[in-house]
């Protein structure tokens, strides 16, 4: 364990304990419910899934520090940060704007337009921005990586037999700062927790399933600006309303639009319908601080 700086350990500790200290009195917390929490985490330990414990409050950690330049977007209008995950490879194919992602001849799952427009919070439109965009396919599975790279989470991710950046690319604005990119409708990534895990029983009693909410993965930079990490997620999936990482910002939920009239999907290069939907990105300029806090 490496040693915090010379008093931090007290002030956080200190913090920490007034925060329990107060959700115990507040709610009524029992010895024994107490005890029995104590005791989840014994068998936690256990089962050798302490580690695993990390998704309950790594995204918090993240946003104190990773996504701490995109800090209280309320304020200026920015997009709100999401952290990357394991799963982002450098070096995908970088594509201009109207874009289709690489995928395979017979890529499972309904195809997806997804289109907007990138900005900065004073509302210039930014041509020439790289949205570096990555998500798990139709069966589940994130090209280019397997089962070790999601370490200390025990996802399943078999990749073998598919491209390197299937489903993955960098996807260059045109001169109005429009992006639009072609993909499929996605899987479901999940937590990787067994199924007699303490960590699944703790995910039943909360209703969280053990996954998380549909979403595709992107990164944004733009020259000037600071480069922003986000996800995009999808309106219907219930999930898009919290899961054990903690809440998903509403701003980040987009609805989908079925398009199946002939004319508009053979228009797109297509031979069935499609669906589309549309997602802002708005930048802070790099010479702007984060607002305080």
Not at 58 to 64: G, T
């Amino acid at each position: 364990m490496n040693k915090p700086p010379e008093g931090r350990l007290q002030v956080v500790l200190a913090d920490l304990r007034r925060a329990v200290d107060d959700v115990i009195l507040r709610h009524r917390v029992t010895p024994e419910e107490l005890f029995a929490a104590v005791d989840w985490l014994r068998r936690v330990a256990d089962a050798g899934e302490l580690p695993f414990t990390s998704v309950l409050f790594l995204k918090s950690a993240l946003q104190a520090t990773e996504g701490a330049g995109y800090a209280h977007p309320e304020t200026d209008g920015a997009s709100p940060w999401e952290m990357e995950g394991p799963a982002h490879l450098p070096g995908s194919p970088e594509l201009p704007s109207p874009a289709v992602l690489p995928m395979r001849p017979d890529e499972p799952g309904e195809p997806l337009l997804v289109s907007g427009t990138v900005r900065t919070t004073t509302g210039a439109p930014l041509s020439g921005a790289v949205l570096d965009v990555w998500q798990i396919d139709a069966d589940n599975l994130y090209s280019g990586v397997d089962t070790r790279d999601f370490l200390p989470l025990n996802i399943p991710n078999d990749s073998s037999g598919i491209p390197a950046h299937n489903l993955r690319a960098r996807v260059v604005t045109d001169a109005d700062g429009h992006y639009e990119f072609r993909t499929v409708m996605l899987g479901v990534e999940t937590f990787g927790f067994a199924p007699d895990s303490p960590l699944t029983e703790l995910a039943e009693a909360l209703r969280l399933p053990g996954v998380r909410p549909v979403h595709i993965h992107a990164i944004v930079t733009a020259e000037g600006c600071l480069p922003l990490t986000t996800q995009i997620y999808f309106d219907g999936d219930p999930l898009a309303e919290g899961t054990l990482e903690g809440p998903v910002p509403a701003s980040t939920v987009r609805t989908t639009v079925v398009h199946d009239a002939p004319d508009d999907y053979r228009a797109h290069g297509l031979d069935r319908p499609y669906r589309s939907l549309t997602y802002d990105v708005v930048l802070r300029p790099a010479r702007s601080e984060a607002p305080a806090g």
